[in-house]
């Protein structure tokens, strides 16, 4: 859909509904407004995806944050049976909440920083593979879900990890 360049979803909403966004060094900002990336997927190595106060749902889709970063400052991201790919980039939680349904996190060699947000891992995964995650403040339910922390390393300063009936490895 673009190179390097805007794509600014202020209040409004984009379908990637089997489709594909390539942000490769690109922005999207979806302040306020929804991304809906179902069966699509949306690739943003070395991008940035702000979604203040916005929605992104992945079901059933893919979305690559390879060197990229994603700010999920006060909004919701639902990764419903879909894939978030963090390869040494970042994702930013900060009072938002990741609802990740049967999906599954890649955080390889990337950072996943929950300040004040919750994750929900409910029949999901997170491989947190020589990668960070901190919950500092904020929440994390493992609920039937699996958390591999090959490598990595969890920080749970002041926040909270419920892993009801779910696995961290």
Same mark, same amino acid.
Request: a negative charge; proline letters at 0%.
């Given at each position: 859909?673009?190179?390097v360049?805007?794509?600014?979803?202020? =209040? +409004?909403? /984009? @379908?990637? %509904?089997? $489709?594909?966004? *390539? &942000?490769?060094? #690109?922005? !999207?900002?979806?302040?306020?407004?929804?991304?809906?990336?179902?069966?699509?997927?949306?690739?943003?190595? =070395? +991008?940035? /995806? @702000?979604? %203040?106060? $916005?929605?992104? *749902? &992945?079901?059933? #889709?893919? !979305?690559d944050?390879?060197?990229?970063?994603?700010?999920?400052?006060?909004?919701?991201?639902?990764?419903? =049976? +879909?894939?978030? @790919?963090? %390869?040494? $980039?970042?994702? *930013? &939680?900060?009072? #938002?909440?990741?609802?990740?349904?049967?999906?599954?996190?890649?955080?390889?060699?990337?950072?996943?920083?929950?300040?004040? +947000?919750?994750? @929900?891992? %409910?029949g $999901?995964?997170? *491989? &947190?593979?020589? #990668?960070?995650?901190?919950?500092?403040?904020?929440?994390?339910?493992?609920?039937g879900?699996?958390?591999?922390?090959?490598?990595?390393?969890?920080?749970?300063?002041?926040?909270?990890?419920?892993?009801?009936?779910?696995?961290?490895?």
């Open positions: 859909m673009m190179g360049g805007l794509i600014d979803d202020d =209040g +409004g909403r /984009i @379908d990637d %509904d089997g $489709g594909r966004i *390539d &942000d490769g060094g #690109g922005r !999207i900002d979806d302040g306020g407004g929804r991304i809906d990336d179902g069966g699509g997927r949306i690739d943003h190595g =070395g +991008g940035r /995806i @702000d979604d %203040d106060g $916005g929605r992104t *749902d &992945d079901d059933g #889709g893919r !979305i944050d390879d060197g990229g970063r994603t700010d999920d400052d006060g909004s919701w991201t639902d990764d419903d =049976g +879909g894939r978030t @790919d963090d %390869d040494g $980039g970042r994702i *930013d &939680d900060d009072g #938002g909440w990741t609802d990740e349904y049967e999906g599954r996190i890649d955080d390889d060699g990337g950072w996943t920083d929950e300040y004040e +947000g919750r994750i @929900d891992d %409910d $999901g995964r997170i *491989d &947190d593979d020589e #990668g960070r995650i901190d919950d500092d403040g904020g929440r994390i339910d493992d609920d879900g699996r958390i591999d922390d090959d490598g990595g390393r969890i920080c749970d300063d002041g926040g909270s990890t419920d892993d009801d009936g779910g696995r961290i490895d």
